[in-house]
Nanobody
Framework: QVTLVESGGGSVQPGGSLRLSCVVS????????MGWFRQAPGKERESVAV???????SYVASLKGRFTISQDNAKNTLYLQMDSLKLEDTAMYYC???????????????WGQGTQVTVSS
């Protein structure tokens, strides 16, 4: 069973930065397709960025250039660097994983508990 534990959320002013981390246990992160998702109050959960086992990454178009997904397989950790944060980035951010690209894009099998990101002035 894969377990994902996020950290790094918090409160930040507009224009600030945060880096989220997601530690993987139960499997090697190099064997998993992984991604970050977010859910704002009253809205559906949406994909933010994904990274596949070949290291290729993709982003939701509206966030590309501000957010960067990366992983350190030696540490079994997934990251999300978030820069130039905006009020509308406020949400619960979830780390997710699946053993296939198709599974990740449909609905990942494994989810973390989430970490709250609040952007406010």
């Amino acid at each position: 069973q894969v377990t994902l534990v996020e950290s790094g959320g918090g409160s930040v002013q507009p224009g600030g930065s945060l880096r989220l981390s997601c530690v993987v246990s139960g499997d090697s992160s190099s064997n998993l397709c992984m991604g970050w998702f977010r859910q704002a109050p009253g809205k559906e959960r949406e994909s933010v960025a994904v990274i596949l086992t070949d290291g290729s990454a993709s982003y939701v178009a509206s966030l590309k250039g501000r957010f960067t997904i990366s992983q350190d397989n030696a540490k079994n950790t997934l990251y999300l660097q978030m820069d130039s944060l905006k009020l509308e980035d406020t949400a619960m951010y979830y780390c997710a994983a699946d053993r296939s690209r198709e599974g990740l894009l449909a609905w990942p099998k494994f989810w973390g508990q989430g970490t709250q990101v609040t952007v406010s002035s």
